[in-house]
């Protein structure tokens, strides 16, 4: 079993769809949980970072996390073109510590 | 803020050559910084972990000699690809998270270089 487990799609939605994507991870110890945006030929992007369980918005944009499964989202609501990007989850023990990344998700969003 | 540079963005170069790649925090220090190697669709595979005054760390499978990685200030780690061949060809990116915080910081990702081996 892989530490972190990522549907890679692709995923195609309509432009002002809700997107929901999630990753599932095996190692408990894992406490502060990332969601990255990378664009073709771009480093990751930061979106959205998360201590241990809970909700955080920012914007269109909702991480969850919930350690008891195991498992966390990001939400976008009303979803553009410009949101088109593989989405990777990643997640680490703290901030000097290596980062264990998901396969990541390539999302297009269609005008 | 949390700004990482990556230079160059781009290089070509011949086989047998050696490229260097600088990874700089514009804006905050960083004790320790991170390098990584993407292969086209597919998601960042960590080389090693450079830490500011000392060796580096290097993952199962990465060559310690071809990868040469010096992290000599707060603000500047650089990898060389020594002997470059073709098979090193790649998108090398780093990452980096502000040191000396209270909590911890998220890394924070250079654009990438991407690196071709004729």
């Known amino acids: 079993q892989k530490e972190v487990e990522q549907d890679p799609g692709p995923l195609s939605v309509p432009e002002g769809a809700i997107v929901s994507l999630n990753c599932t991870y095996s190692n408990s110890a894992f406490q502060y949980f990332m969601w990255y945006r990378q664009y073709s030929r771009k480093g990751p992007e930061l979106l959205m970072y998360t201590y241990s369980s809970g909700n955080k918005e920012d914007g269109r944009f909702t991480a969850q996390v919930d350690k008891s499964s195991k498992y966390i989202s990001l939400f976008i609501r009303d979803s553009q073109p410009s949101d088109s990007a593989t989405y990777l989850c990643a997640m680490t023990r703290g901030s000097n510590y290596k980062l264990t990344f998901g396969k990541g998700t390539l999302l297009t969003v269609n005008p | ?118």
């Open chain 2, 1 to 118: 803020g949390a700004v990482v540079s990556q230079h160059p963005s781009r290089v070509i170069c011949k086989s047998g050559t050696s490229v260097k790649i600088e990874c700089r925090s514009l804006d905050f220090q960083a004790t320790t910084m991170f390098w990584y190697r993407q292969f086209p669709k597919q998601s960042l595979m960590l080389m090693a972990t450079s830490n500011e005054g000392s060796k580096a760390t290097y993952e199962q499978g990465v060559e310690k000699d071809k990868f040469l990685i010096n992290h000599a200030s707060l603000t500047l780690s650089t990898l060389t690809v020594t002997s470059a061949h073709p098979e090193d060809s790649s998108f090398y990116i780093c990452s980096a998270s502000p040191a000396g915080r209270s909590e911890d910081q998220p890394q924070h990702f250079g654009d990438g270089t991407r690196l071709s081996i004729l």
